[in-house]
């Protein structure tokens, strides 16, 4: 009998390491979609509903711009707001910045501010998403727990916010935005603008 040869196999090494494997869909990418969808500058008409008086009006001017590169987070934005028709509103209301500028770094399901609107230290605030169109953020703050709603609607052309503000347990304030494109966004703004 002749003997066939036995063919050599190859000695295996050690194994080679597969990429991770990244989630289909990331809630951080989608909220970072969300926020890309609001850049530009927008007209934001408001009732303010303080507790027992009357309501107030005052028609605003937000820009919202995103950073080219985060200094912090995943993502940052600039909000920029100045009054188009004030309705005495800030005559009435003199702890209300008529105007400024605020820094915002997307952390995560949170959303850190260099300020308030209420006041002018930072804070921060949690972030649900309840659909696509839809973000709630909750704050808690020098006293206030404030909750808003934001909600993009006919093809982000329109917002609609619905804000709720307690005082130390005290529903303080209830205000309602109506706001409009007026402009699409323009360039990131660069690293240190």
Not at 71 to 95: H, L, S
Not at 103 to 116: E, F, K, M, T
Not at 119 to 146: K, M, P
Request: hydrophobic residues 35%; aromatic residues 12%.
């Amino acid at each position: 009998m002749s003997s066939l040869p036995v063919p050599s196999l190859p000695v295996p090494g050690p194994p080679v390491p597969s990429p991770p494997v990244q989630p289909r869909i990331q809630l951080d990418s989608n909220l970072r979609r969300w926020f890309a969808r609001n850049l530009g500058l927008w007209r934001s008409r408001r009732v303010y509903f303080f507790l027992d008086e009357e309501p107030l009006r005052v028609d605003m001017m937000v820009r919202v711009e995103a950073y080219q590169e985060p200094v912090e987070g995943d993502a940052a934005y600039r909000f920029t707001w100045w009054p188009e028709q004030e309705f005495d509103f800030f005559e009435k209301k003199p702890n209300y910045s008529r105007s400024g500028t605020m820094d915002a770094y997307l952390c995560g399901h949170q959303l850190q501010r260099s300020r308030g609107f209420y006041c002018a230290a930072a804070n921060r605030s949690q972030i649900r998403q309840v659909d696509e169109h839809e973000l709630t953020f909750e704050s808690h703050y020098e006293g206030w727990d404030i909750l808003e709603h934001f909600r993009l609607v006919d093809q982000d052309r329109y917002r609609s916010r619905s804000i709720y503000s307690w005082k130390e347990g005290v529903l303080e304030l209830a205000e309602l935005h109506h706001e409009v494109r007026v402009e699409a966004a323009g360039p990131p703004l660069p690293p240190g603008a």
